[in-house]
Structures are given as structure tokens and as C-alpha cells.
């Protein structure tokens, strides 16, 4: 598919996981692709890469502003930059609810407001904000992280409604537990890794974790200029966690 061809397209956290598979789709799709991320030393062309901490606003304004120069333009955010949390309500200080909501809410809203000019002039301006199944399933031992990703969902559907107007699409979409370097490194510290993927493959009706790419390929249907009518949308790539209530397999 060309979809992309001469669009212009800016992934946060795009150096690994999501990120980069969704940079790496959208370039194959005929977009010029800028990634933002803490380090960017492993993107490599076609991607151009670019240094931004999305907790510091002056980094963000400077990347984004740099990656625009660089690209000629943007057309497409990928609002991808996040951090996981665990735990109960309990179980994190204020300190750490403040620096998760800092990353994975605040970094949208940084990126977002310094995108937002460069978005206004394109005639096919999207963003795509990755959320996650736990807005809107109740997940046990993720409240911080679930109440960071519940404020994505609202937040995509209030900048949705601001920015329709002015021809910018705003959607979200919304992984189940996927297969990415975060959960890795949640498994690796597990003190049984193995029962613990395979209960977090069990919960997910198709039995097994989300890919990388197949985040990707739901992100590049919601920025492509195909979904043209599509906008306040939450697309889930959940292995069917959401919707599905299978009954027991027959013993």
C-alpha cells in the first residue's frame, strides 16, 4: 500500500516496541517518518530520529520543531511515549503518580500542543494516541497505570471534538497486553516468568499477547487518509479481552 505517499508523520517513543513498528509500517506506506524518543541512537534510515524527554516541554517544542524542518511539514502524531506502573492504589507513592500521569498523559498533551501548528496546515492531519485495554477493563495490579491510560481515552475524545473543525482527526488505540520491551522486563522480574505469560496470554480470548505489529497496523488504518470519516474513535487490538466472553472449552 502507498496511503502514506507524501504524508509526513512524527512517532513518539518510536525508537522500540510500538513505536518502532508503527514508524517502520508508516515508512513502508510511503510517509517520510520522524521518531521521538529519549534515545534515538537506533533508528536508522529511512527514519530520521530525533532526542525529546516528553516531561520537558522546552524538549519537546525543540524536537518537534526540528523533525517538522526535517520532514517539510506533518500531516500524522503517533502520540506513543509511555511508561507502565503496578500496583494497587495503594501500593505507589504520590511522587510516582505524579511522574507516570507526567509521561503518559502530560507527554501527549506537550506533544500534541507543539504538533498542533505544523497539523493545522496539512490537508490530511491525524493523530493517534495509543491508550490501552486498561481504560476501559478493569485490570488487577495496574491503577496508576490504568487511571493514566482512562485520562488518554477522554483526552482523545475531548481533542477530538476541539479539533474537528480545523480538519484534525483525533482517535486512540487501545492494545491489550502486547508483546513489547516493557512487559519483558515485567516478566523477567516475575519470580515464575513462565506461569506468568501464560496467564497474561490466558486472559486474552486468542490465548496469546498482542504483537508489536499488529498495533502498528491498527495505529496506520486510523492516521491513513482511507479512514477519512473515522475520528473520536477507540480502535481495540485486544485479542478479543474487551468484547468476548467465551464460555469454557469442553473437557
Known amino acids: 500500500m502507498s496511503d ?10 518510536g525508537a522500540s516496541g510500538i513505536g518502532r513498528a508503527t514508524a517502520e509500517l508508516l515508512a513502508e506506506r510511503g510517509a517520510r517518518v520522524a521518531v521521538l524518543d529519549l534515545d534515538p541512537s537506533s533508528v536508522d534510515k529511512p527514519l530520521l530520529g530525533y532526542r525529546a524527554d516528553v516531561t520537558d516541554d522546552a524538549s519537546v ?15 500524522v502524531l503517533v ?3 509511555g511508561i507502565g506502573a503496578q500496583g494497587t492504589v495503594e501500593d505507589n507513592d504520590d511522587a510516582e503518580w505524579h511522574r507516570v500521569f507526567d509521561v503518559n498523559v502530560l507527554g501527549m498533551v506537550r506533544t500534541a500542543r507543539a504538533c498542533l501548528p505544523y497539523l493545522r496546515r496539512s490537508a490530511q492531519a491525524a493523530i493517534v494516541n495509543t491508550c490501552s485495554i486498561a481504560a476501559t477493563a478493569g485490570l488487577p495490579q495496574r491503577a496508576l497505570y490504568s487511571a493514566t491510560k482512562g485520562a488518554v481515552y477522554s483526552l482523545t475524545l475531548a481533542m477530538a ?14 492494545p491489550g497486553t502486547a508483546d513489547t520491551p ?3 522486563r515485567l516478566l523477567s522480574a516475575a519470580p515464575d516468568p513462565a506461569a506468568e505469560r501464560a496467564a497474561l ?6 490465548g496469546r ?25 477507540s480502535l ?11 464460555r469454557p472449552e469442553a473437557r
Open 79 to 81: 502520540n506513543n511515549a
Open 61 to 75: 517544542r525543540e524536537a518537534v520543531a526540528a523533525a517538522a524542518a526535517g520532514l517539510g511539514g506533518l500531516d
Open 209 to 233: 499477547l498482542v504483537t508489536a505489529e499488529e498495533v502498528a497496523g491498527a495505529i496506520a488504518y486510523l492516521a491513513s487518509p482511507l479512514s477519512g470519516a473515522t475520528t473520536g474513535t
Open 201 to 206: 496470554e490466558a486472559r486474552q480470548p486468542t
Open 161 to 174: 471534538a476541539d479539533h474537528l473543525r480545523e480538519g484534525i482527526r483525533v482517535n486512540c488505540v487501545n
Open 182 to 184: 516493557w512487559i519483558g
Open 4 to 13: 502514506f505517499e507524501g504524508l509526513k508523520a512524527l512517532v513518539t517513543g
Open 236 to 246: 481495540a487490538v485486544d485479542g478479543g479481552m474487551q468484547g468476548l466472553r467465551l
